[in-house]
């Protein structure tokens, strides 16, 4: 028979609301991929699927006008992209022996680390899907994953470029902002570019790179921003797995698993790309403490076991393949 708690557990209102609003924010300050998406607010009650709908652009109109006849009028129609969201959680114990008499602020850590759980699942969820775009394009002679083993150039960069701009891809111009709040804050209009930390040598080592630091005039969209090449700004994050072991098997001045190239994506995005949920707001993900209490429950009638536990809905999905694209690259061994 399980304890009953409220919605906070057994922690007041007020503290479980600063609770929640620390692993929020402590989420927040973990997260790059979710900040330039398209963010959809869950509503509550409306089943399990999310949808996105969006207008279909009308195409030129080159037919000339006949001199007294009234062309047929054009109709309105949108396309939807659902997909279905999902729950996701984990949880921390701990015992009454810890509560009573250990000196560290517990409840602090461990609302922390829950936060940062929450925050590294949902960048990994979210890197899953973007990662995972239909649209690529491969570094030096390369055709495939598999045959990988170039390093990033500025070729690469161009070519996603020109690509994007050629399927009309505006640059973002927004983001999510950085406050516990669902908004958004105006940005520099560029077109941005993830990959993982271990690519800074290459993009630092492009002659056209410009490190935040000699930018003349706009901030940084974000702190892991490393710099611009052209009109895509960098963002490095140890969260953005590559496809270990992926690629060619040449594997000299690269990293590899000793037997085959890591394969690093770099995904050039732009606004409206891809969609998420949010993890903004006091209702987007839950928190629980049980405290350690005899007498309450079956199978803990000494009272020995608490713990912490955290839950959010959540799903990410591609809204237009054609407005991002994924550069498959090896990586320069240090």
Known sequence: ????????????????????????????????????????????????????????????????????????????????????????????????????THEDQNLQVMTELCGKQAADTKEALIWGVVRGGTNAIFTGSATTRATTNSVLGLDEIRAAVRELKANHAKKITKKLSASANIATEPVNASYVAFAHTNMERDFREMASFVSVEKYGSGAPIHENEIGKVEEVRVILTPHLEPFFGEGDTTVTGVLNNGTRVDVYPVVIVAQDAYAVTALKGMNSAALAVKNPKMGESYEDPAGQRGFVVWKMWFVATRLNENWMIRIESACTAL
């Open 1 to 100: 028979m399980a304890a009953p708690y409220t919605s906070y557990g057994d922690i007041s209102p007020r503290v479980g609301i600063f609770a929640v609003a620390n692993m929020l924010a402590y989420a927040d300050s973990q997260l790059c991929l979710e900040r330039f998406a398209k963010v959809q607010d869950l509503p509550k009650n409306k089943g399990l699927v999310m949808k996105w709908r969006r207008p279909v652009p009308f195409p030129v109109s080159t037919t000339p006008l006949v001199e007294g006849v009234t062309p047929p009028p054009q109709a309105l129609e949108y396309e939807d992209v659902s997909t279905t969201i999902s729950q996701y959680s984990n949880w921390v114990t701990f015992t009454d022996v810890i509560a009573d």
